[in-house]
């Protein structure tokens, strides 16, 4: 059964620090592309970012929002996936998903989820 | 960055009514659009991908359509366990953009 378990969250200061950790299980982590996606409180969805796997070169993409902010990177040896975050803005308080779309009837499309973590940036 | 603009932002309807929600791209992404559905306090789940590929396991009441900038997302007959928020996703281009939700609710 593939799992995605985010852990990290919290209550952090305007211009503060924090990492998100993303643990995963039930799929070979080390060949999927991972995203991070986000959701303001009350409001929609809002794609952060994606790294690809390794073996496809690793790369990463992120929404302008975030650039230069914030950086996605994965430990294989783990089953991990990270997003660090430095330099928070109160606009960045939301709930923190992790996804990917591994699997054979995904498509391309965020096929499993996790359960999020709630970052909340406040003074 | 491409725009994606659902309609409408709320659908009032009954169980048994046959529904439809519209996602437009500003721009052309050929068929990389995803739908999915969240209710409250849950992860959002993935529904069609593809533009008009079930995901396994989704009911076969629902279906997509479309390719280039307009595509739908159609309930042939509502059940009270879909309703719930639904979002369309275009993932052709960085970065991928969801349109702004429709709030599916009982009438």
Redesign the interface.
Known sequence: EVQLVESGGGLVKPGGSLRLSCAASGFPFFNAWM?W?RQAPGK????VG?IKSKTDGGTT????PVTGRFTISRDDSKNTLYLQMNSLKTEDTAVY?CTTDWGP???????Y????TLVTVSS | DIQMTQSPSTLSASVGDRVTITCRASQSISSWLAWYQQKPGKAPYLLIYKASSLQSGVPSRFSGSGSGTEFTLTISSLQPDDFATYYCQQYNNFPFTFGQGTKLEIK
Request: aromatic letters at 14%; charged letters at 15%.
């Open positions: 995203s996606v929609g969805l809002e794609w994606r993409e992120d929404a302008a998903y009837h995904c498509g391309g499309g965020s096929c989820w996790g359960q999020g």
